[in-house]
């Protein structure tokens, strides 16, 4: 089965040259429609698709699907089903909205019915997250993380290189774009201090990701192979990993981060595929200083993607500024390790979670992917073109995740991750 959707086709539907929804992308989302129901979408350009209804009339009957796999608020039930499916329904719609495809284009009463402009549409999480697993497989960040936080000549602890390390975060307070996050309380002590206090955080950051979706592994102890892993993989989305660093740094001694991560964190709403992304592989830094042991050694070529990213602090009433531009082809494990490395001791991985890549920085101040390493911890506040100053995040400031691949004609993005952070709920009455 074809996966690629040929970079020449044409939809029928308009779709502007900046956008980031070509008919080569058709993402994966869910949102409530007009008529009230939530249900699961996908977009040509600013055109909304509703899959329920176009699996109501048939349209992927062939494609081995459960009964209402659409007719769900979440994409979870789609997500349960394996990659064929995935593709076929993708293939399928790229062929209904095709150019070539003129009886539909003419089909003017039924399309009125399943498109909706995407202004009209309340957008929802696309998928309800079981479990949260949050990596740290960016080798600059991780670099500069501990050089601030420990040692700058032993930055990276030794099991680093060997494994892909990670933690379990939790699922319940992850939002779709367009939160409003309210500052943490919490404790905090600086080296100097001698007891912890309680407040709101000082030290709010971004923390610049990308996720990836699961469909279901297997059970019984099996694990999921580092050469199959890609098959469990059913897309990504931004990732704003929200971080409260001053409570990060007194708590997370010696079990990890707690309550500095999971007050919140947002992602993108449109789930891009794996096979959308295909034309944008891109080689994972070499590892041979230490070799990875066999079951993380991944033989492919072609093991990352080359995404474009982009970070952007919009203060209340101010301009945007751009703070950061990485590349998600920078990460030093692929998510194909991350994910074979979750699995191996026999964890189960379920249809609809989300597993984080780890902040991503790249090599160069400019792409630093948080606050904590662009500010580093808040020795070198940076400029903002409202004429004032960040080393961190202050309250009424929208921060704005954006990503897209591009290459030739060909772009296909994943749309906005926002959120914006707001005052913190009084804590002195508690
Ligand atoms: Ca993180």
Partial sequence: MKYVIDSKLESFLPVSQQSDFPIQNIPFGAGRWPTGEQVCLTRIGDTVINLSLIEKNNFFQHCGLKKHTFNQKTLNTFLSHKKPAWRAVRNTIAEIF?????????????RKKIECHISKISIEMPINIGDYTDFYASKEHATNVGSMFRDPKNALLPNWSHLPVGYHGRSSTIFSTGKEIYRPNGQKKKPSDDFPFFGPSEKIDFELEVGFITGSGPRNGDCISIESAEDSIFGLVLLNDWSARDIQQWEYVPLGPFLAKNFASCISPWIVTLDALEPFRSDRPVQNDPNPLPYLQQSRSGANFNIDLQVGIKPEGSEETIICESNFKYMYWSIAQQLAHHSINGCIINAGDLMGS????????????????????????????????????????????RGSAIKKDLKIGFGECVSKIIPSKSWKTR
Avoid at 105 to 110: S, W
Avoid at 362 to 368: A, D
Wanted: aromatic share 8%; no cysteine.
């Fill in 98 to 110: 095709s150019k070539e495809n003129k009886e539909f284009e003419k089909n003017i009463d039924f």
């Fill in 358 to 401: 780890g902040t991503i920085s790249g090599p160069s101040k400019g792409s630093y992917g948080s606050m904590l390493e662009i500010s580093w911890n808040g020795k070198e506040p940076i400029d903002l073109s409202n004429g004032t100053k960040r080393s961190f995040i202050e309250d009424n400031d929208t921060v704005i995740l």
